[in-house]
């Protein structure tokens, strides 16, 4: 069970600054990881939806205990659209359900970042949740590249992304016809329309590796190179021919736990 008081995912007022989004599938095993973490946080008005795609095992009531509010979702861009539907934040914070939060200044000092570089669509730099040459080196790798990026194609990466809302309203939200990097497209087309977009690099989201245990590095490298330059030629990728799988058996959910 998760050892929290209930109720925490709620800021107790009617117009919290910020609403934590996670879209969820079958997440008992990591989801309960990543709400400790956020009840540690010293910046408390925020509320926590949970857009859940009809999972089968627990994470509804993880989430109910805890206080999170708890909507039908999908994997992902459905689960995101549906929980920012439901928030009531003037900012938006898009969480995946394997992440966990570094220390508990992670909000304060993000929002802060966000709010004093008059940002409207933003991502953190990730960091694994493992001490493996290999996947310390590709994830500074994957950094790199959308620093690089960031003033002349914004990426946005899905596991922490923040968005005002005029920003997500005004690109109607994920699109959810895109199949593969549907976080990018979302960054790409706020700043086609004006909104600031930019990378927060400190602090950094600890992410999980079991997509990279599961699916395998070389895999997954091909098919994230390959969808950037279909991006970059022919535009977002609406058709499944990367077979990009999301979502977990509940076999495959307590896997790579920290």
């Known amino acids: 069970m998760l050892d929290t008081a209930p109720g925490f995912c709620y800021a107790g007022n009617d117009q919290p600054m910020l609403s934590i989004v996670i879209p969820t599938y079958n997440e008992e095993g990591f989801l309960p990881l990543l709400l400790r973490s956020l009840e540690r946080q010293t910046f408390r008005d925020f509320e926590v939806i949970v857009a859940d795609a009809h999972s089968t095992d627990r994470t509804r009531e993880i989430a109910t205990a805890a206080g999170c509010r708890v909507v039908d979702g ?92 005029p920003a997500h309203d005004a690109i109607n939200g994920f699109d959810e016809q895109v199949r593969l990097a549907e976080d990018h497209d979302y960054a790409q087309r706020a700043a086609r329309l004006g ?25 997954i490298a091909a098919r994230y190179a390959l969808c950037e330059m279909h991006m970059m030629t022919l535009g977002p990728v609406k058709t499944d021919i990367f077979r990009y799988r999301f979502g977990y058996t509940r076999e495959a959910v307590g896997s790579d736990r920290p």
């Open 74 to 165: 999908g994997m992902p861009a459905p689960g995101r659209n549906r929980g920012a539907a439901a928030a009531k934040g003037d900012m938006l914070l898009f969480l995946d359900a394997d992440v966990i939060v570094p220390n508990e200044h992670f909000l304060a000092e993000v929002q802060t970042q966000f709010t004093v570089r008059g940002l409207d669509v933003a991502t953190c730099l990730v960091e694994p949740m493992s001490d493996k040459l290999i996947d310390r080196v590709s994830h500074d790798f994957y950094n790199g590249y959308i620093t690089a990026m960031e003033r002349i194609l914004p990426h946005a990466h899905g596991p922490c992304m923040m968005a005002r809302r």
């Open 195 to 219: 909104f600031r977009a930019g990378i927060i690099k400190e602090p950094r989201i600890r992410v999980s590796m079991r997509r990279f245990r599961r699916d395998g590095y070389l895999s």
